[in-house]
């Protein structure tokens, strides 16, 4: 049995999340979960929020809270909303869960043993108001770029320049406004990332599979300019993990935490401990240890292309450093699946700025197959995608109702009409069916391939292109014509039709788990990932009794869309 992991970028704790991070990290990876999980493999699906650094501290005073409350609020809601989602974790924990503390600061403690961090004084900026120093997402102000004035001092998110605090013009303070700001020199820790540049372009130059777009982002920073950089991994900030080497103090590091960046990926191997300390599985370094078990696990991550420097350099050197005596030989990704942006109807999606269609407000006007179906068949893969209100419309009706749902009403209806609420006997299958059988057997073939490659609009186009096949055979069939001269005739081909329902459910559930699962209790039957078209079509026998389900997709009129477009498309509040 294949056993695969799968991790999805871990989002933000600093808000509800919008269609674009969903579609970029959390959707797909789902889905090739259920897909694997069909196929018979051993699955482990991990996420987690991302809960320290700046955007944490900044929402929760915002919000007027502590942060951990802010926190431990957050999490179950996005807990809450992901389910919603049916997004089938195995577990959905936390990076400021015992188990990361625990693990960052190992991880910490090991590269410093392989002399692999370095201590390196630095001017930071200080705010004498708020008598603190300011970490990058606690400045604001005018990108030198751009010129757009709500730069953070770590990233323009207008123009999506890198800078530093000291770039800014006009810079203030992120949590009072003051721009009595003055630069002080201040003490932090460096993970020498330089110093694996080597090992790391060996590593990134084997995997000739990955995306085009993961390696050419990952080459980029290897290579451009001076090269790989060395990179902070400690903040001056109250919440986060405290600098320690494993469970021993570190001189002249009292006070700090770990930058996020350094703590958040480790939280994909704390996040299996916490699934076995949850009591929902066991022995987590069967995933994660290749000296204990991990060596025959299939390693895939999900993310945005703005993840992907810290997935291809900064967490690879955190792991492969650890191992610097060959005692730990942690698992390292085999496959990074890397999305672009899906835009928002001519403009960005923003979770700062409030722009969009977020993941609460989505599932509070359709259910979750409706996103689900148009987010994954429009993914951005090799290019920017944008989300308009207009394409959901045409696309929902035309895909899930017109020809999916239509399908399924249409040959329910028809048995119960003329044969009754039971599969119908009499007559043989002929010409017609078995031609659509090889077709069928071929776009399978075809459809699991895009699967195994996670070539997501593809499998997509596929799938859909199935569900066409059986409307097409419908038309042309015509069994309500045959009925008047030939009952038995029509009986089989009723029949047939009948069998690919179960066929859709199966082939369907990755991508529209909740329609899948309506179409199979419909019929009586378990959802199952169907190896033969030939023995699919033999599922239901003769007498096996069925029920017509209600409309699957209702379709979304023009008020209706209108009504939507004007709602959303201001900022939220």
């Not at 604001?140 to 320049?161: F, I, L, S, V, W």
């Not at 987590?284 to 696990?297: F, I, L, M, Y």
């Not at 179960?502 to 369907?508: E, I, K, T, V």
């Amino acid at each position: 049995m294949a056993r695969i992991l799968i991790t999805s970028a871990i989002p933000y704790i600093n808000g509800i999340k919008h269609l674009g991070n969903l579609v970029g990290s959390q959707l797909p990876a789902d889905l090739h979960a259920r897909y694997m999980r069909a196929r018979g493999a051993e699955v482990l699906f991990l996420c987690a929020t991302d809960e320290h650094g700046t955007p944490a501290e900044l929402a929760a005073a915002k919000a007027g809270k502590p942060v951990d409350q802010y926190c431990a609020e957050m999490w179950a809601v996005q807990a809450e909303l992901a389910e919603g989602f049916r997004l089938s974790f195995d577990h959905f924990g936390r990076s400021s869960s015992p188990q990361n503390h625990r693990l960052t600061q190992h991880f910490a403690g090991r590269l410093a043993e392989a002399g692999l961090i370095r201590e390196v004084s630095e001017k930071q900026m200080y705010s004498n108001f708020d008598g603190r120093f300011l970490p990058d997402r606690y400045i604001e102000g005018t990108c030198p770029n751009c010129g757009y004035d709500k730069a953070r001092g770590d990233q323009c998110e207008n123009c999506t320049k890198q800078l530093d605090p000291t770039d800014l013009i006009n810079p203030r303070s992120a949590i009072s406004g003051s721009t009595d700001l003055e630069v002080r020199e201040t003490k932090h820790l460096y993970l020498r990332q330089s110093a694996m540049r080597d090992e790391l372009s060996a590593w990134i130059d084997a995997k000739t599979d990955w995306p085009v777009l993961t390696t050419s982002i990952a080459k980029k920073w290897l290579n451009d300019g001076d090269g790989l950089q060395d990179r902070g991994i400690t903040r001056d900030l109250d919440w986060g993990i405290p600098v320690k080497k494993g469970d021993q103090p570190w001189p002249g590091m009292e006070g700090k935490v770990f930058y996020v960046w350094f703590d958040a990926p480790i939280e994909y191997i704390a996040c299996a401990a916490e699934w076995v300390d949850a009591g929902k599985g066991a022995d987590w370094e069967r995933w994660w240890r290749t000296d204990k078990g991990a060596g025959d696990v299939r390693y895939v991550q999900f993310m945005g292309k703005d993840n992907v420097p810290f997935h291809t350099l900064s967490f690879p050197a955190t792991i492969l450093g650890a191992n610097f005596d060959g005692t730990e030989p942690w698992k390292l990704v085999d496959y990074i699946k890397s999305f672009n942006y899906l835009n928002y109807d001519g403009g960005q999606f923003s979770t700062s700025q409030g722009r969009g269609v977020f993941m609460d407000q989505a599932l509070s006007i359709l259910p979750a197959d409706y996103w689900r179906w148009w987010l994954l068949s429009h993914a951005p893969e090799t290019s920017d995608s944008e989300f308009t209100w207009e394409a959901f419309q045409q696309d929902v009706n035309k895909d899930l109702a017109d020809v999916l749902g239509n399908f399924v009403s249409r040959i329910t209806k028809f048995c119960r009409s003329k044969f009754g609420e039971a599969v119908p006997a009499g007559g043989a299958y002929g010409p017609q069916e078995t031609a659509l059988i090889a077709d069928l057997a071929a776009r399978l073939a075809r459809y699991q391939a895009h699967m195994d490659a996670i070539e997501i609009r593809k499998a997509a186009a596929e799938l859909r292109a199935i569900w066409v096949a059986g409307n097409e055979y419908l038309q042309a069939a015509g069994p309500w014509t045959v009925y008047k001269e030939d009952p038995d005739r029509a009986a089989a081909m009723t029949r047939f039709a009948l069998n690919l329902i179960p066929f859709y459910a199966g082939l369907s559930a990755p991508f529209i788990p909740d329609a899948a699962a309506t179409m199979a209790g419909a019929m009586g039957v378990d959802v199952v990932w169907p190896e033969s078209a030939a023995d699919a079509m033999h599922m239901l026998a003769p007498g096996h009794a069925f029920t017509v389900p209600e409309v699957m997709f209702a379709k979304i009129d023009d008020d209706t869309r209108a009504g939507w477009a004007a709602q959303f498309a201001g900022i939220r509040g």
